[in-house]
């Protein structure tokens, strides 16, 4: 993939000493030798293979003085070659059962044989050659992974400990958190490194199938006249399903995994079609009378057999399923750590580690420094921001207020109305729409007093309620109160905003009303009106990036949801914003469905091309004719292996779209993608330029060197304060710039986009056009799961059922 080259890191900034979550490694010359193992009969597990492996590498002669590790899936790695010509077959005994090993070379080429290189990743270091093969990539990461592995438990890519009995952390509906770790190497800017964080993960333990069923029943023990329904049954049968489950009681073979309840008890279910025999007569004949005969009985398969509640216990295993709202709660609680605490915690981790690595560690050459690498971070300066009848401002660690501040340009409402479908007294609705209407005035808005509050008491569809009152008061704003996570509700209003009225309508949920019917609030409610409205809430100043007044320029962000595979065919929800003015505050937004039931697994948009053209005509309508001359586009979710592909499809489209409006229209294109989910955390070496309570790196902190790619240009930047645990800062990577900007010039840009958010007093975590293109995909993704509940709905219909009206699509109705 060709991108642009290396740029010399930024100065603009305060230095800031920061540690990082890697370590240094080095790795010898020389090579390693790979080998294909296959295991008879078939496993698919990695746990048993790995202990199939290792008792063979600890037993068998061949491997006497020879290091050898193993990958978990078909891989052996030995440090020096296996004298087994083409083939060596091995057995093993593993408990009573025998295993037959088959190992062959895996031969590469005619030069190399079946050995892998290590001096390519010397080479390249010394830019002698620009790649690095991804095997000795691998090869190394077996060897670090190895002895861990074998002591800890392995679920993908992470290492989790077993917790102690005195230090379990439980978490409702009978999981358990353990703590764990992620490691991987990457090609740092002058040397490999090891990256290394701290993660939970939730498991079911070892515990009778009974005490899963008391706690779903939220009772503190069965007895056998419990009463449960069905959907008692129900519900817990969808809890349990997929579960791997153990006999304790009688031989009953190999463990399984939970298929279903029954609708009847164990007393009424018969052992099979077949049988004329119950499930409790069955076992009372072969291990005495159940305790409980009146509860249901659990299908396990693959071998469908029906076995009573008592003489089943659950197996280890990692817990798969959403977590609900609580269960999310307390986890975020429990791993929302300082970044002190954060570290502390990665340190004792590699430690953990080191005791099972050391060994292969030795045995391969490898050395793996024990200090955390420290390096050093720029603090940039914060944009100016600017209101109206306001002296422009720094926001301090990425926060400011409204108060006694007016909107820059603040919108007109000549007609409201306020609609109640919540269960809110007529008090509180008063008191929240004159606090409204005040707060409004203050931060300058031209707003008329309200015209009606009206308290929806009457059994009808939502959409039919809003079209009566809009037709009765020929209202600019609606205000709609709703019951606390109504989504049907919501979908509805903003349906008939979108495709029936035109009109701007702003939801509000009942607890603002009541509960939390404060200034602060109401005045981020103010924000989003204002926004909605066409007014601009606050100005960025773009001082230190002056090519932003010089030029017209638009910036865009993209955003694909994968959020569909439930309904069987996948679809992909693109969507795309683009600035409309210079001031870079108000987006337009292009939805597009990609049809994955043909086209599988694309990871870039399909669309693209046509969504570029509508956004630049759109631009071109809002600024007098003007064209921009330079598009910077942010691509959010795309992951390093499919850069290359989604680069030069979607780089190949904003140029077709240039093209097609005018051929000779070839401005500049700027294409950065932002990736939040890597692993890469920093904290101050001092804690005390810590920021906040948890002491995170401050808002602007950023790092363009050490950890960074070796080649081409990428850095991390943290632009958000942070309240709860360790700040993730984001990933950007530079893939076309044709307006070669340097590096403080991207880095400033990117940092001032992150505090444009129309609605929110603090910087973002994100550009502001990535927050809106996400933002906008959410309430698309509302309106079309309402949808796709009809069973005549046809993905090919998603652009006939969704026309949004004329009068909203060139404003930032989706907030």
Same mark, same amino acid.
């Given at each position: 993939?060709?991108?642009?080259?290396?740029?010399?890191?930024?100065?603009?900034?305060?230095?800031?000493?920061?540690?990082?979550?890697?370590?240094?490694?080095?790795?010898?010359?020389?090579?390693?030798?790979?080998?294909?193992?296959?295991?008879?009969?078939?496993?698919?597990?990695?746990?048993?293979?790995?202990?199939?492996?290792?008792?063979?590498?600890?037993?068998?002669?061949?491997?006497?003085?020879?290091?050898? @590790? *193993?990958?978990?899936?078909?891989?052996?790695?030995?440090?020096?070659?296996?004298?087994?010509?083409?083939?060596?077959?091995?057995?093993? !005994?593993?408990?009573?059962?025998?295993?037959?090993?088959?190992?062959?070379?895996?031969?590469?080429?005619?030069?190399?044989?079946?050995?892998?290189?290590?001096?390519?990743?010397?080479?390249?270091?010394?830019?002698?050659?620009? $790649?690095?093969?991804?095997?000795?990539?691998?090869?190394?990461?077996?060897? =670090?992974? *190895?002895?861990?592995?074998?002591?800890?438990?392995?679920?993908?890519?992470?290492?989790?400990?077993?917790?102690?009995?005195?230090?379990?952390?439980?978490?409702?509906?009978?999981?358990?958190?353990?703590?764990?770790?992620?490691?991987?190497?990457?090609?740092?800017? #002058?040397?490999?490194?090891?990256?290394?964080?701290?993660?939970?993960?939730?498991?079911?333990?070892?515990?009778?199938?009974?005490?899963?069923?008391?706690?779903?029943?939220?009772?503190?023990?069965?007895?056998?006249?419990?009463?449960?329904?069905?959907?008692?049954?129900?519900?817990?049968?969808?809890?349990?399903?997929?579960?791997?489950?153990?006999?304790?009681?009688?031989?009953?073979?190999?463990?399984?995994?939970?298929?279903?309840?029954?609708?009847?008890?164990?007393?009424?279910?018969?052992?099979?079609?077949?049988?004329?025999?119950?499930?409790?007569?069955?076992?009372?004949?072969?291990?005495?009378?159940?305790?409980?005969?009146?509860?249901?009985? &659990?299908?396990? @398969?693959?071998?469908?057999?029906?076995?009573?509640?008592?003489?089943?216990?659950?197996? =280890?295993?990692?817990?798969?399923?959403?977590?609900?709202?609580?269960?999310?709660?307390?986890?975020?609680?429990?791993?929302?750590?300082?970044?002190?605490?954060?570290?502390?915690?990665?340190?004792?981790?590699?430690?953990?580690?080191?005791?099972?690595?050391?060994?292969?560690?030795?045995?391969?050459?490898?050395?793996?420094?024990?200090?955390?690498?420290?390096?050093?971070?720029?603090?940039?300066?914060?944009?100016?921001?600017?209101?109206?009848?306001?002296?422009?401002?720094?926001?301090?660690?990425?926060?400011?207020?409204?108060?006694?501040?007016?909107?820059?340009?603040?919108?007109?409402?000549? $007609?409201?109305?306020?609609?109640?479908?919540?269960? #809110?007294? $007529?008090?509180?609705?008063?008191?929240?729409?004159?606090?409204?209407?005040?707060?409004?005035?203050?931060?300058?808005?031209?707003?008329?007093?309200?015209?009606?509050?009206?308290? &929806?008491?009457?059994?009808?569809?939502?959409?039919?309620?809003?079209?009566?009152?809009?037709?009765?008061?020929?209202?600019?704003?609606?205000?709609?109160?709703?019951?606390?996570?109504?989504?049907?509700?919501?979908?509805?209003?903003?349906?008939?905003?979108?495709?029936?009225?035109?009109?701007?309508?702003?939801?509000?949920?009942?607890?603002?009303?009541?509960?939390?019917?404060?200034?602060?609030?109401?005045?981020?409610?103010?924000?989003?009106?204002?926004?909605?409205?066409?007014?601009?809430?606050?100005?960025?100043?773009?001082?230190?990036?002056?090519?932003?007044?010089?030029?017209?320029?638009?910036?865009?962000?993209?955003? !694909?949801?994968?959020?569909?595979?439930?309904?069987?065919?996948?679809?992909? =929800?693109?969507?795309?914003?683009?600035?409309?003015?210079?001031?870079?505050?108000?987006?337009?937004?292009?939805? /597009?469905?990609?049809? #994955?039931?043909?086209?599988?697994?694309?990871?870039?948009?399909?669309?693209?091309?046509?969504?570029?053209?509508?956004?630049?005509?759109?631009?071109?309508?809002?600024?007098?004719?003007?064209?921009?001359?330079?598009?910077?586009?942010?691509?959010?979710? @795309?992951?390093? $292996?499919?850069?290359?592909?989604?680069?030069?499809?979607?780089?190949? #489209?904003?140029?077709?779209?240039?093209?097609?409006?005018?051929?000779?229209?070839?401005?500049?294109?700027?294409?950065?993608?932002?990736?939040?989910?890597?692993?890469?955390?920093?904290?101050?070496?001092?804690?005390?330029?810590?920021?906040?309570?948890?002491?995170?790196?401050?808002?602007?902190?950023?790092?363009?060197?050490?950890?960074?790619?070796?080649?081409?240009?990428?850095?991390?930047?943290?632009?958000?304060?942070?309240?709860?645990?360790?700040?993730?800062?984001?990933?950007?990577?530079?893939?076309?710039?044709?307006?070669?900007?340097?590096?403080?010039?991207?880095?400033?840009?990117?940092?001032?986009?992150?505090?444009?958010?129309?609605?929110?007093?603090? /910087?973002?975590?994100?550009?502001?056009?990535?927050?809106?293109?996400?933002?906008?995909?959410?309430?698309?993704?509302?309106?079309?799961?309402?949808?796709?509940?009809?069973?005549?709905?046809?993905?090919?219909?998603?652009?006939?059922?969704?026309?949004?009206?004329?009068?909203?699509? /060139?404003?930032?109705?989706?907030?």
């Amino acid at each position: 993939m060709e991108i642009p080259p290396k740029l010399a890191p930024g100065k603009s900034g305060k230095p800031i000493k920061l540690i990082s979550n890697y370590f240094s490694v080095d790795v010898p010359t020389g090579e390693i030798y790979h080998y294909d193992l296959e295991i008879e009969p078939f496993h698919n597990t990695k746990e048993k293979k790995r202990k199939i492996v290792s008792t063979l590498i600890n037993t068998d002669k061949i491997f006497k003085n020879r290091p050898a @590790v *193993f990958d978990g899936g078909a891989n052996l790695y030995t440090k020096t070659a296996l004298d087994i010509g083409s083939e060596l077959r091995c057995q093993v !005994v593993l408990g009573d059962v025998k295993f037959s090993v088959r190992i062959r070379p895996v031969v590469k080429n005619v030069d190399s044989g079946f050995s892998i290189k290590l001096d390519p990743i010397h080479a390249f270091f010394s830019d002698e050659v620009s $790649s690095v093969p991804q095997e000795a990539i691998m090869v190394l990461e077996a060897v =670090l992974r *190895f002895g861990p592995s074998l002591n800890y438990l392995p679920i993908n890519r992470l290492l989790f400990y077993p917790p102690p009995p005195t230090n379990i952390c439980p978490l409702s509906g009978g999981i358990n958190i353990w703590t764990g770790h992620r490691q991987s190497l990457r090609l740092g800017q #002058c040397q490999l490194l090891l990256n290394l964080d701290v993660k939970g993960g939730t498991f079911y333990p070892e515990r009778p199938l009974l005490d899963y069923f008391a706690a779903f029943l939220n009772v503190p023990q069965l007895s056998d006249d419990v009463n449960i329904t069905k959907v008692d049954i129900m519900r817990i049968s969808n809890e349990l399903r997929g579960m791997k489950v153990k006999k304790t009681r009688l031989k009953f073979g190999s463990p399984g995994r939970v298929q279903r309840l029954t609708d009847k008890s164990a007393k009424e279910t018969k052992i099979s079609e077949e049988a004329n025999i119950t499930v409790a007569d069955f076992f009372a004949e072969r291990d005495g009378p159940l305790k409980y005969p009146n509860l249901p009985c &659990v299908e396990v @398969v693959p071998k469908r057999g029906l076995f009573p509640l008592e003489v089943c216990e659950t197996m =280890l295993q990692s817990f798969t399923k959403r977590l609900n709202d609580r269960q999310s709660s307390e986890l975020i609680k429990f791993t929302s750590r300082s970044p002190k605490q954060k570290f502390d915690g990665i340190i004792e981790s590699f430690k953990k580690c080191n005791e099972f690595k050391d060994t292969y560690l030795k045995e391969f050459d490898i050395k793996l420094q024990n200090e955390l690498l420290k390096l050093e971070g720029r603090i940039i300066d914060a944009p100016k921001l600017s209101y109206q009848k306001e002296k422009a401002f720094k926001p301090k660690d990425g926060c400011w207020n409204m108060k006694n501040k007016q909107f820059f340009r603040a919108s007109s409402v000549d $007609s409201w109305i306020v609609i109640s479908f919540a269960n #809110c007294a $007529s008090l509180h609705l008063e008191s929240f729409t004159k606090l409204l209407f005040d707060i409004a005035i203050e931060h300058g808005m031209k707003m008329r007093p309200v015209k009606n509050i009206c308290i &929806v008491c009457k059994r009808k569809p939502v959409k039919d309620i809003l079209n009566e009152m809009f037709q009765e008061f020929k209202t600019d704003l609606m205000v709609v109160v709703l019951p606390e996570r109504n989504k049907t509700m919501y979908i509805d209003v903003k349906e008939f905003s979108k495709t029936k009225s035109g009109l701007v309508t702003q939801c509000v949920m009942d607890v603002s009303v009541s509960k939390k019917c404060k200034p602060s609030v109401l005045s981020n409610i103010c924000q989003k009106i204002n926004a909605k409205m066409g007014g601009i809430n606050t100005l960025l100043e773009p001082d230190g990036i002056p090519f932003l007044l010089q030029r017209p320029v638009i910036t865009i962000g993209a955003n !694909v949801l994968h959020e569909y595979q439930e309904y069987g065919m996948g679809p992909h =929800l693109a969507t795309v914003v683009g600035s409309l003015d210079v001031h870079l505050s108000k987006y337009a937004v292009k939805h /597009s469905l990609q049809y #994955c039931r043909y086209l599988t697994g694309i990871p870039y948009i399909l669309d693209l091309t046509f969504m570029i053209i509508d956004l630049l005509k759109a631009f071109y309508c809002n600024n007098r004719g003007k064209k921009p001359e330079k598009i910077i586009f942010f691509r959010a979710g @795309v992951c390093d $292996s499919q850069f290359e592909s989604v680069k030069s499809h979607e780089v190949q #489209c904003i140029r077709e779209a240039c093209l097609t409006l005018n051929t000779a229209y070839c401005p500049g294109i700027t294409y950065i993608a932002l990736q939040k989910r890597h692993h890469t955390r920093f904290a101050p070496q001092d804690c005390r330029h810590g920021v906040g309570r948890m002491g995170n790196i401050p808002p602007g902190t950023v790092v363009d060197s050490d950890v960074v790619r070796p080649s081409g240009f990428d850095f991390f930047l943290c632009s958000h304060f942070v309240t709860q645990g360790t700040s993730v800062p984001r990933h950007y990577t530079v893939l076309e710039d044709d307006n070669q900007f340097t590096a403080d010039e991207l880095e400033k840009l990117t940092y001032y986009l992150c505090h444009a958010y129309a609605f929110c007093t603090k /910087s973002l975590s994100c550009p502001a056009p990535i927050r809106y293109a996400q933002l906008a995909a959410q309430r698309t993704r509302q309106w079309l799961s309402a949808k796709l509940e009809k069973l005549n709905f046809e993905f090919e219909d998603y652009d006939k059922m969704q026309p949004i009206v004329e009068e909203l699509r /060139s404003t930032m109705f989706f907030i």
